[in-house]
């Protein structure tokens, strides 16, 4: 069983890796996880107003799609702050004695409830994934081995691996079967590598993988280079082919876009059956929103409905979400969902959050949280090195992200000569060939410029 504390914990292991220690100190260690609300959205606890704005402004992506990379079904997080609890105890609650992931002896992890077939919508962009999935369902290890479903991000690839799942788990229960993602998969072999390969380490390793009847593994595009790490994978699915088990895997891609994978291993998931999940057309998204409504036990207009599925084309997991941010700006009291007031404002809000376009004061902002350092200082005139590196930093960054003269830049900070500007951003470009942990950081911040 694994407790949200210890979800935390693996997430935060994640998020580690990807940002530098100030930030990480002094906003994400500050925060406390609660409970996972509805079953996709992970809360945490903020100390103080102030912190979580920062947090949900500027890390937010960080923390979101580190959680996703650790538990594919967790798809948002909420921070709230500690007058918000009350709210949340009973979930609290439900989640100790029923937490999403499960641990069925060696890591076997539960699947989501309501990702079942029923909840599926089935349409022409995923029809053949929804049958061959179904297939599996009925009749592992036979026809549809190996399955590799394929396709965007929030169409439907996790939801249709827990399905089969959940099927077996109420048609076939003796069936062994484990899904992880193929994070969990490397970490997991890195492990016993740690343990030199041997002994009780690697017959474990061997027992959990091996052992089973069905094995899912999620968004393989993920799995490391590391020929170790294939050579593993190659023999667990040649072991469990072999023996007639049933092999899924899903993807973001086909197998031969997946540039990290060895040919042997291709070869492998191409001999089998490919589905792709595309993006759903009008009707469908529809559908699928009317599905949710019922699922949520409110009553939305096909109007409204339709407002929404022609503001998200995309993605089914945004789709979702902003029916619920319309959802959740009803006012309480009237719970009037079809007021067209209430629901432009959420599609007002909701068209804010993606579509803030970049400036100067923008990067600058995000530059100025990343290295906690005050704007003042940023464009000012000190000298010492914790302030000269984040403002080359931001020079640079200007210059990719816009195309403004170098003399309107200058202007920017506080009135420099344009050849200062070019040798900060000559600086910065050659630090990053150099420096990788400068590399790193750059990257980092254009992920948080764009919000990724
Ligand atoms: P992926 O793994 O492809 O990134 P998910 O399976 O996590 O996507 O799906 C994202 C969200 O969209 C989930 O909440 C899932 O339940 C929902 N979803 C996806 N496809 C459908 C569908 N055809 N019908 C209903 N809900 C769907
Ligand atoms: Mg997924």
């Not at 979930?91 to 029923?98: A, F, I, W």
């Not at 992890?109 to 349409?123: C, D, L």
């Not at 190659?234 to 899903?250: E, R």
């Amino acid at each position: 069983m694994v407790s949200v504390k210890q979800m935390w914990e693996q997430i935060v292991r994640e998020i580690e890796k990807k940002m530098s220690a100030l930030p990480f100190d002094l906003f994400i260690s500050t925060l406390e996880p609660i409970c996972v609300y509805k079953e996709h959205t992970l809360v945490l606890l903020a100390p103080t107003e102030a912190n979580l704005n920062i947090i949900s402004k500027k890390h937010s992506p960080f923390i979101k799609e580190a959680s996703k990379k650790c538990f594919p079904s967790l798809s948002e997080v909420e921070y709230i702050l500690n007058d918000e609890l009350p709210a949340y105890e009973k979930y609290r609650e439900t989640l100790q004695e029923n937490p999403p992931y499960e641990q069925n002896g060696k890591e076997e992890q539960g699947f989501y409830p309501s990702y079942t077939f029923e909840n599926f919508v089935v349409g022409r962009s995923n029809e053949y994934a929804a049958a061959a999935s179904r297939a599996v369902a009925e009749k592992p290890g036979n026809k549809y081995n190996p399955l590799f479903i394929y396709g965007g991000v929030g169409l439907g690839k996790t939801h249709l691996m827990h399905a089969i799942g959940n099927y077996f788990k109420q048609n076939n229960e003796k069936l062994k079967v484990l899904y992880v993602s193929a994070d969990k998969f490397v970490f997991d072999l890195i492990e016993m590598f740690r343990d030199g390969g041997k002994g009780d380490t690697k017959k474990n390793f061997r027992n959990t993988y091996r052992n089973v009847d069905c094995l899912m593994i999620d968004d393989v595009q993920y799995l490391a280079k590391r020929s170790s790490v294939q050579e593993e994978l190659f023999h667990t699915f040649n072991d469990l082919y072999l023996a007639g088990k049933q092999i899924i895997i899903s993807s973001d891609r086909p197998p031969k876009e997946i540039d990290s994978l060895e040919e042997r291993l291709r070869t492998r998931f191409e001999s089998g059956v490919i589905a792709d999940v595309k993006q759903p057309d009008l009707e469908m998204r529809i559908a699928i929103l009317q599905k949710m409504c019922l699922a949520e036990n409110v009553n939305i207009n096909k109007d409204i409905l339709q407002i929404i599925a022609e503001k998200i084309t995309e993605n089914i997991r945004d789709l979702k979400g902003l029916l619920t941010k319309v959802i959740s700006y009803a006012p309480l009291t009237s719970r009037d969902y079809n007021n067209i007031e209430v629901v432009s404002a959420a599609l007002k809000d909701y068209a804010d959050d993606k579509n803030e376009i970049i400036t100067m004061e923008r990067i600058a902002e995000n530059v100025c949280v990343y290295f906690n350092i005050s704007k003042e200082d940023l464009l000012g005139k000190k000298k010492n090195k914790e302030i000269v590196l984040p403002r080359q930093v931001c020079v640079y960054l200007i210059n990719e992200f816009l195309s403004v003269p170098l003399t309107t830049i200058g202007e920017f900070f506080g009135g420099r000569n344009h050849t200062t500007i070019m040798y900060s951003r000559d600086k910065v470009s050659n630090l990053i060939k150099e420096n990788s942990s400068v590399e790193k950081q750059i990257k980092d911040l254009k992920d948080l410029i764009l919000k990724r």
